[in-house]
């Protein structure tokens, strides 16, 4: 337990990602608070939490990483649990949100499952959200509390803005529907952007048709939020690499790296590829070609704002270059 401004504090975590807790429990002096997480012979999820929480402000670090449907029973449970022992709030540090792509019917008959997932924690007991890039800012609205999303640019571009000092650089979007995330890295590095043309003739498969924008000798930046099975990314690259980049880097928030990921990832055009930490990546899934930046600093002062009334705001600043 911690105090702040008289407040008494207690951060858990549960099974998705204890390093990015404890890494947050570092940074914000907040030691991590004991609860047990077990599975009944049938695989029902059963909880413990080990110490009172009773009038306490509760953070619980559960990102809804794969297993997704696992992580979220969890963390559901244990919203549970401490709704039933007197929690005076109860605050859920989810970097990714799972479920977070599907928030709009596409087609007919299809649900709307980031709004069910909004449902479930608010239902469950919930007092506060703490996300990271969700994939579609419209998401906040699907929720009756408050949610906060935090933002990742500043970490990636701090890190481009040292590794890239003087490069002649371009944004890239590997899709029409990210020019405006690669717009706004673009005008804080001052590039400019191309944007790849493409199409999907199925899920998980893409068709690129070609490139807007000059690439020729720059060194391209390909900026996402989610990267999954890899294959738009791997595609980007080989693409800007035909058309005369001089090399092609890649950046995601949340790196997903199902199935063949990251086999495509080392075989292809990609000199390297950084992300965070908001998913914590196994060892099948480490790579030399991939860098991952930690989130715990930024995360571990949103809590602290939050317990001492701070606003969250001046936590997106972007530091000029030195």
């Known amino acids: 337990m911690a105090i702040f401004n008289g407040h008494k504090i207690k951060l858990f975590t549960l099974s998705a990602n204890r390093k990015l807790a404890e890494e947050i429990s570092q940074y914000s002096n907040i030691p991590l608070s004991k609860c047990e997480v077990h599975r009944f012979a049938d695989g029902e999820i059963g909880m413990n939490i080990e110490e009172t929480v009773r009038g306490h402000h509760v953070f619980v670090v559960q990102p809804t990483q794969s297993p997704v449907n696992e992580h979220l029973m969890e963390l559901l449970i244990m919203i549970d649990a401490l709704k039933r022992a007197s929690a005076k709030n109860i605050n859920i540090v989810m970097p990714y949100y799972g479920y977070s792509r599907q928030d709009r019917k596409a087609a007919s008959r299809q649900p709307i499952s980031a709004k069910l997932v909004a449902n479930l924690l608010q239902v469950a007991g919930a007092t506060r959200v703490l996300a990271m890039d969700l994939h579609a800012g ?9 949610i906060d999303n935090f933002v990742a640019m500043p970490i990636i571009v701090e890190h481009f803005n040292k590794k890239l000092k003087d490069e002649e650089i371009v944004i890239v979007s590997p899709d029409h529907g990210g020019a405006v995330r690669a717009r706004e890295m673009g005008n804080i ?14 899920a998980n498969e893409v068709e690129i048709m070609g490139i807007v924008g000059d690439v020729q000798n720059k060194i391209a930046i390909i900026i996402d939020d989610i990267i999954d099975t890899a294959g738009t990314i791997c595609s980007a690259a080989s693409a800007l690499k035909a058309a005369g980049a001089k090399e092609v880097y890649a950046a995601c928030t949340h790196p997903i790296f199902s199935g063949p990921a990251i086999e495509r990832i080392n075989k292809s055009a990609i000199k390297e590829l950084i992300c965070t930490n908001t998913i914590n990546l196994s060892e099948d899934k480490q790579s030399e070609k991939i860098i991952q930046l930690s989130i ?14 701070q606003p969250l705001s001046g936590l997106f600043k972007y530091k000029e270059p030195e």
């Open 138 to 146: 419209q998401i906040q609205g699907f929720f009756d509390i408050p």
């Open 296 to 309: 715990a600093p930024l995360m571990a002062q949103g809590i602290l704002n939050i317990v001492q009334d």
């Open 189 to 202: 590095m001052n590039a400019p952007i191309a944007i790849i043309d493409k199409r999907r003739p199925r």
